[in-house]
């Protein structure tokens, strides 16, 4: 058996410069570059909030017409790539959450989700469907996530008509081009998690992806993993624009359930790995821990000397930064590991924060409540309140009041949309102001509808979900903000962009609600048709035999033994036995 | 002497020439048995049909087949793992993101890469008949299709609750045996597939392939009608059936078996008799074309490729890079562009309310305006219309 050898095909690179062909073999200058970062913060209550932010950057444009289609991908995955260009989106921000952001507890989180799925997508100007391309697109994420987002359909989409403006770039704003959709009830676990890392440009094998390890991650108080795409400016002069991919993933864990009840978290406690290396295509790799409130809170080692100091979120905060990209933050044994120890107790009090919950009581009416707390002592500010409820909760807008300190305030925008049975949902947007150190509480009545026994579930006596409400904000911020936009700025601190240093932008979410709809019983069929039909059989079935059938005497035939001795009895010509 | 050294001659003659000859005897009935099966691809639909907690060992019955249906080398892009509950994330799972097997938490058949298609509310009979058809709407993602040809092997993993000629779906609907065999048979006059597995375990589970009757079907099942498969162990950590009794020795059966491993479907056939199921396991063979103890159970469960091994080289040419465009920097003036305000107030206090279309009216304000002006013309007539007008 002769050994097969692969021969290697040399290519000559022609390097000469174009006085003859004008085709030059230089290798292309890099157009997308990756950045990935994680972000620690021990929570006041004892448990701690990771954040995992990666973020590909690429200067190309899909939606430009006349030049020829984008075909080779490097550091951007192909798939949503495509994804892009065929459904000419001009921003997508999904979302899977499983667990209930505690904003009294934890305060705000970096990149707010509600619990379930959420998608939003604002469509590129030229397109003319955008109904049939929201169905399809959300068919196709459907697959590439293994969510079952091709539930979203016309009865749970709605059209904002002033919140989610653009978080990247644009100068159209005509809300027709937008669409919001949440399932509340979408499960997130490792399966939707699995092809989430499958679009990192280094997978789970190097880099901070490795610490993704579903065991761990699902066995948490809160676990969010989101995919976030816009156009943003590629410089500080913003001429042109680059497309920047961020994903996200955020989870909190309990000192209880993962904590083992001890208020001290290492990496390995936390994921059950620690890093040993940075992705090799990164540009940049870098773990921030929050140490604003060392040393009277926790205390951290490895220490660092490299301190950052970023304003988020109105605060600012103090990071220990540690660079994944220099040999020697990993030390002699080539693996990095963090460890935090609780020192002591203290409270927090977010400015902004929200709940809802439903009150009345039996199976026909009901009452939403909504109640937003504004925690600033003297300074007053806006929100825009955006609740979309399911057409099967039939709201009566007449009884709608928003009270705030036991007086009616009435809001400066209401744009309300009634919903039509099995169509479309309810919409109801409005821009409250909210007074400094204040309760303000929006109530609206509504009735519950029958739905049709094929529309429920096949577990109804659990309940339907209504999703949660979304309140945006420009909450007064205790620090002037930065409004130039730098590419070292940190990931977490970039994501909405700063328009004035005053205030920042939030998002808050509210709990989504469950609610129990008049449910038939549904063995009930079944049991009516058998009782039904044995009534029928037995009292129908006698009475038409009485009536059509005759009876008549029938013998019996004689024994063997008679029978033949009437034969012997007949040859003998004797008269025949009874 | 001379005549015995000519025979010893002669012998050796022969067996030189014979001995390449039954060489290549033996190539040929070796290479006759590898492309005897006529399949290139292999497909899987495995199916978990119950929902809520306690039904926790149907999931781990499908998990475990997927595991080893993955293992012998069927790619996810090639499965369609259907799963009605999710039992790893459930609240009541004590150790989330598992699905375990074994008590004692010993195997974890849900992995760290797993894939599932359908979950939920989407495991539906339509569902399920539409993926075995190929009749999904066209918007439905590859990695939800079926996508077999007259080549593939599918193997169809069904576990649930089930009775006698009927499997429960979702607790809201069922699948008839009849049913499931049409739904073959348009697979066969569609051409999807060449061979087909169909494993069933649930109770009274012989039922379902009575009524098969399109060639090359293979079926195994749990139970025969008139008897329950029964559940295998519990879990006192985890507080339900983690397995049934069936697949449980079925998954310790296919972790002996490895890609190039031999067994054939004999050999399937005896996995759990009567001693350890309980039930009696059946099987059903007439309609399948093949001796079944030449089957091999790669041919289903595995992913075996054939491979053609060539000495030729190939030049592989070098990248074409498209020539770089450089704009020139400067020339033109571009305007520079700008992020959005997230929450202009003054701009949205001051939005105009949008202009509704006008709709023609709707069919029943038409037919009431119709109805009210009969009437009036009934009552008054025509010739009336000058005085009110």
């Known amino acids: ?578 | 002497m001379d005549y015995y050294n000519l025979m010893r001659i002669f012998a050796f003659i022969h067996l030189l020439v014979s001995i390449p000859h039954g060489y290549s005897n033996y190539v040929e009935t070796k290479a006759g048995q590898f492309f005897s099966s006529g399949h290139t691809n292999n497909w899987a639909v495995l199916v978990c049909t119950s929902r809520f907690w306690f039904n926790y060992r149907h999931v781990a019955n499908t998990l475990s087949v997927y595991r080893s249906v993955k293992r012998l080398g069927i790619p996810d892009s090639h499965i369609v793992l259907m799963l009605a509950d999710d039992m790893a994330c459930n609240y009541r799972n004590p150790k989330p993101a598992t699905v375990f097997s074994h008590k004692n938490m010993e195997l974890n058949v849900y992995g760290d890469d797993v894939e599932v298609d359908y979950r939920g509310y989407e495991v539906t009979v339509e569902n399920f008949l539409r993926v075995l058809t190929g009749r999904l709407p066209p918007s439905t993602p590859r990695s939800k299709r079926l996508l077999s040809d007259d080549r593939s092997n599918i193997l169809i993993y069904l576990t649930g609750h089930g009775g006698n000629g009927f499997l429960k779906f979702q607790d809201s609907e069922e699948i008839s045996n009849m049913e499931l065999a049409d739904a073959f048979e348009q697979m066969w006059q569609k051409r999807r597939y060449n061979e087909l597995l169909f494993i069933i375990d649930t109770c009274q589970g012989a039922s379902m392939y009575e009524r098969f009757y399109s060639p090359n079907l293979m079926a195994l099942a749990s139970s025969q009608v008139g008897e329950d498969s029964l559940s295998h162990q519990p879990d006192l950590a985890i507080g339900v059936h983690l397995m049934d009794k069936y697949t449980f020795y079925l998954l310790e059966f296919l972790e002996e078996v490895h890609p190039a491993s031999q067994a054939n479907m004999n050999d399937l056939f005896k996995v759990c008799p009567q001693s350890q199921c309980v039930s009696t396991p059946g099987h059903r063979t007439d309609l399948f074309q093949r001796d079944p103890g030449s089957v091999l159970i790669t041919d289903f469960f595995g992913s075996v490729r054939k491979v053609e091994i060539t000495k030729d080289t190939i030049n592989l040419t070098s990248p074409v890079e498209p020539p770089i465009q450089r704009s020139g920097s400067g020339d033109i003036q571009i305007e520079s562009l700008t992020y959005v305000d997230q929450l202009p107030v003054a701009e949205i206090i001051h939005q105009k309310p949008k202009q509704k279309d006008w709709h023609p009216p709707d069919g029943f304000i038409l037919g009431l305006w119709t109805l009210i002006l009969l009437v009036f013309f009934q009552t008054y007539g025509i010739k009336h219309l000058k005085h009110i007008f």
Not at chain 1, 192 to 218: D, I, Q, R, Y
Not at chain 1, 222 to 241: G, L, N, Y
Not at chain 1, 413 to 438: V, W
Request: glycine fraction near 4%; aromatic fraction near 12%; hydrophobic fraction near 35%.
């Open chain 1, 1 to 578: 058996m002769n050994e097969r050898q692969w021969q290697s095909t040399d290519v000559e690179v022609n390097r000469s410069d174009g006085t003859k062909n004008s085709e030059t073999f230089t290798p292309a200058p890099a157009k997308d570059q990756f950045q990935e970062e994680l972000v620690i913060r021990p929570l006041h209550s004892g448990d701690i909030y990771a954040s995992f932010q990666f973020r590909t950057l690429w200067d190309t444009d899909f939606l430009q017409e006349g030049q020829k289609k984008v075909s080779h991908y490097r550091l951007f995955p192909k798939s949503l790539g495509q994804v892009l260009s065929k459904f000419s989106v001009q921003e997508l921000h999904i979302s899977f959450t499983q667990g209930f952001w505690r904003t009294m507890q934890w305060g705000q989180p970096f990149i707010p989700s509600p619990p379930g799925a959420e998608l939003w997508v604002w469509f590129h100007h030229t397109v003319s469907d955008v109904d049939g391309n929201w169905k399809e697109l959300t068919n196709v994420l459907s697959g590439i996530f293994c969510a079952s987002l091709n539930f979203i359909d016309m009865t749970n989409t709605v059209q904002p008509s002033a919140s989610f403006k653009p978080l990247g770039l644009g100068n159209a704003t005509d809300h027709r081009f937008l669409r919001y959709a949440t399932l509340p009830r979408e499960i997130v676990c490792t399966e939707n998690l699995t092809p989430w890392k499958k679009l990192l440009p280094c997978g789970s094998k190097a880099g901070l992806a490795v610490l993704m390890k579903s065991e761990k991650l699902f066995h948490s108080s809160f676990h969010s993993q989101a995919v976030h795409i816009r156009p943003i400016c590629q410089d500080e002069q913003c001429t042109s624009k680059a497309w920047e991919l961020r994903q996200t993933l955020n989870v909190v864990f309990d000192h209880y359930t993962s904590g083992q009840g001890k208020k001290e978290w290492s990496l390995f406690k936390m994921f059950s790995r620690t890093l040993t290396e940075a992705c090799p295509l990164a540009s940049s790799s870098k773990v921030y821990v929050d140490i604003t409130d060392n040393p009277e809170l926790f205390e951290l080692s490895p220490a660092t000397p490299l301190l950052s100091q970023a304003v988020v979120l109105g605060d600012r905060r103090t990071y220990s930064v540690y660079d994944l990209t220099r040999a020697e933050t990993f030390g002699q044994l080539r693996s990095f590991n963090l460890l935090l120890r609780w020192k002591g107790d203290n409270m927090l009090r977010p400015l902004l924060h929200a709940e809802r919950y439903v009150a009345g009581f039996g199976l026909q009416t009901g009452e939403i409540h909504t109640v937003i707390y504004n925690n600033h002592p003297y300074r007053a500010f806006p929100v825009l309140l955006m609740d979309s409820v399911p057409w099967y909760l039939q709201l009566y807008i007449h009884t709608l009041t928003v009270t705030s300190k036991s007086r009616d305030n009435k809001p400066s925008y209401i744009h309300y949309q009634p919903a039509k049975d099995r169509h479309r949902p309810h919409l109801l947007e409005m821009l409250i102001q909210l007074p400094p150190h204040s309760m303000t509480e929006v109530t609206v009545q509504f009735e519950r509808a029958l739905l049709k026994w094929t529309e429920y579930t096949p577990d109804p006596n659990h309940g339907f979900y209504v999703g949660s409400s979304v309140i945006s904000a420009l909450v007064p911020s205790m620090v002037a903000m930065s409004t130039n936009f730098t590419q070292d700025q940190p990931l977490f601190s970039s994501f909405v962009p700063v328009k004035e240093e005053s205030s920042y932008f939030v998002r808050v979410y509210t709990e989504p609600l469950l609610v129990n709809l008049p449910t038939p019983d549904f063995s009930m069929p079944y049991n009516v048709i058998c009782l039904t039909c044995t009534v029928v059989a037995v009292g129908y079935g006698s009475f038409y035999n009485l009536l059509t059938r005759t009876f008549q005497v029938d013998e019996p035939s004689p024994p063997l033994a008679k029978r033949l001795a009437n034969f012997i009895r007949r040859i003998r010509g004797v008269p025949l036995l009874a």
